[in-house]
């Protein structure tokens, strides 16, 4: 059993801190996509204080979560927030850059989870496609970014990473082995299922 009270509390204090976490909605989304496939194996790239892991640990019991961070000093936090719920056994954290780290990992997951730095989106989608089982699902948040996505928004500050998440949308339709969905929930999320 999770502790509700102290996860709602890691959820405030990440809002306050402006630490960007799962929307609501797409939280939504998600739960019902674990609800119907009951993964076992569930991979995470971008665990900032741990909020989207455990409540993905929370909403498929059984699943074991591996989840990816490259900021040290959040996966100290997120460690310690994994422990105040209750969900040390589910959840494990991988301390570094997932670029490096993705092409180490030699397992199978029913669903993966991209939520990171989005110039890096395609990189994560090659391995993530690696990663996956047959018939598994990658999730990717954010693939909207404010709408700039899908406009013809081309300031210099966002410019790298909204070319990468096109770069990203477009594999997602066009690769026979990807069958693409893109929800305008959040921030935006494509789910696409894999047939390997
Ligand atoms: N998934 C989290 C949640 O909903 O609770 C939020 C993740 S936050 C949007 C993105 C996190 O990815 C940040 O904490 C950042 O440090 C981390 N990150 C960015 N680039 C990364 C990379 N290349 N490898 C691993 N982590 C990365």
Redesign the pocket.
């Known amino acids: 059993m999770i502790n509700l009270e102290e996860l709602e509390k890691i959820k405030k204090k990440?809002l306050e801190e402006h630490?960007?976490?799962?929307m609501d909605d797409t939280l939504e989304v998600i739960k019902k996509i674990l609800e119907e496939e009951k993964p076992t194996n569930i991979l995470?790239?971008?665990?900032?204080?741990?909020?989207?892991?455990i409540?993905f640990a929370r909403y498929s019991e059984g699943a074991c979560v591996d989840?990816?961070?490259?900021?040290e000093e959040?996966a100290k936090t997120a460690k310690e927030n994994i422990k105040k719920v209750g969900l040390e056994e589910k959840i494990n954290i991988l301390i570094?850059?997932?670029?490096d780290?993705l092409p180490t990992i030699n397992k199978e997951y029913d669903i993966i989870?991209i939520?990171?730095?989005k110039g890096?989106y395609p990189i994560f989608l090659e391995e993530g496609i690696r990663l996956v089982k047959n018939n598994g699902i990658i999730l990717a948040?954010?693939i909207l970014y404010k709408g700039y996505v899908l406009s013809d928004y081309n300031k210099h500050k966002q410019r790298t990473a909204v070319r990468h998440l096109r770069e990203y949308i477009a594999k997602a339709i066009e690769d026979e082995r990807l069958k693409s969905q893109i929800l305008e929930v959040g921030d935006g999320l494509a789910i696409s299922r894999v047939t390997k």
Request: aromatic share 6%; glycine share 8%; no cysteine.
């Open positions: 990440a630490i960007p976490i799962i995470e790239i971008g665990t900032a204080v741990g909020y989207s892991a409540q989840t990816i961070e490259l900021n959040r570094g850059n997932a670029v780290i989870f939520d990171a730095n890096k948040d954010n």
